[in-house]
Each structure stands twice: as C-alpha cells, then as structure tokens.
C-alpha cells in the first residue's frame, strides 16, 4: 500500500548544482503533478501531467523540468539551483478529472546554499 | 495574486468544542472546493470537498459551508478532538482542469485536551 512515493526526503545542494526528485505511484494515477510548499505561501503548483507523454506547466514553472515516460513515474528536474528553489516539494496523483481529491507524497526537503 | 485566502493563520480550540476556519476565493469560476489537512512531516491528505453547486456538504464530525455570492467557505469540525491539531489548507480547482488547485496559505490548528 505505497501510494506516492517520493524520494529523496531530504536534499542539500549548492547553487548551480542539478538535481532530480523522484516520485512514483502504484495506484494506475493517470494524472500527477508537482507542488511546493514555501512558509506563508501555500502550495504552488510547478508542473503537471495528464497522462504517459503529457505535461503542462503550473503556476511557477520556472527552473524545472519534467517528463512522463510511463503512467508511474514523474521525475522533477531542477537544472541549475538556486537558492530561492529551497523549498518543501510534493507530488500528487489522481485517477482523473476528478473533483481535485489528489492524493500526496510525503514530500521532499530541498536546501539550496 | 492569491486566489484563495485563509486569514487567521492559528487557532486554539478545546477538545470539544467547535473549531471553524474561514477561507475566501476571488475567482468566480471555482468548480470544486476543498479541504486538505496536514500534519508535520507529512503530505496533504484530503478531508472533504463541496461543489460549487452546493451550499454545504457534511462527512461525520467535517461540515463545509459554501456562500457563493460572498465567495466565502468554512469548515466546522464538531467535536475537536486532539487529533485534529494539524494544518488545514482551503483549496480550489476548476480553472484550467479539475486537478489543478489553487491553495491558500493554510490556518494551524491546536486542540487543546
């Protein structure tokens, strides 16, 4: 019963450094997306995907790429980091177009010096 | 500019007694509103949702009202059990897909035993 899996949980890099955050999910989600949390702000979204080969930016795309290669995996990419991507990220899944009941990994804390 | 508002970022309640939080949206198109809550270290969990239909829609001790023409939702759990004390996020979607959620900044609640 995994859900949506993200890993790592915690990350340290330095400015300029690139990086992947890995999420997955067993429940056959066609949809999934990409969130970050930032104090007093809320949960932004990044990118999306609607299905395998699909993806959309969000409100903040910025800095980030993504990829759908399969229904389970939506791996986040940041390029170039920079400090002000230090943030808490979370993946969500969904079966559909639904009525936005999304279902969370537990996120991944990312520290950029 | 942020879409939907929760003012009042903290609340203290007794174990008991009725916690209600407040959350304001500006955007007339919303098709679904919700209510996710969070605890420390952990993702998002759904908690309930009403439709923009509707003007209030109940699961056991969670109750959300939705006034439309103020562009105004609350969530009222009754009682306020210690479990409780979490962080809870008002969300919105319908604008751009059913998935894609417009958050606010989230309201701290503490139940106090």
């Known amino acids: 019963n995994a859900g949506v899996t993200q890993t790592p949980k915690f990350q340290v890099l330095k400015t300029g450094q690139s990086m992947t955050l890995q999420c997955a999910q067993d429940m056959n989600h066609e949809y999934m997306s990409w969130y970050r949390q930032d104090p007093g702000m809320g949960l932004r979204l990044i990118h999306y995907?609607?299905?395998?080969?699909?993806?959309d930016q969000g409100e903040v795309p910025n800095g980030y790429n993504v990829s759908r290669s399969t229904t389970e995996d939506f791996p986040l990419r940041l390029l170039s980091a920079a400090p002000s991507q230090t943030s808490v990220y979370f993946c969500a899944s969904s079966l559909g177009e639904g009525t936005g009941e999304l279902f969370f990994g537990e996120g991944s804390r990312l520290t950029v010096l | 500019d942020q879409q939907v508002k929760q003012n009042s970022p903290s609340l203290s309640v007794q174990e008991g007694r009725i916690s209600i939080l407040n959350c304001d949206y500006t955007n007339s198109m919303f098709d679904y509103f919700l209510w996710y809550k969070k605890y420390p270290a952990e993702g998002p969990t759904f908690l309930i949702s009403i439709s923009s239909i509707k003007d209030k829609n109940e699961d056991g001790r969670f109750t959300v009202f939705l006034n439309k023409s103020a562009k105004h939702l609350s969530l009222h759990i009754v009682p306020s059990q210690p479990g409780d004390s979490a962080v809870y996020f008002c969300?919105?979607?319908?604008?751009?897909?059913?998935?894609?959620?417009?958050f606010g900044k989230g309201n701290q609640v503490v139940v106090i035993p």
């Open positions: 995907s609607v299905g395998a080969g699909i993806t």
């Open positions: 969300a919105a979607s319908g604008i751009g897909g059913n998935n894609r959620l417009a």
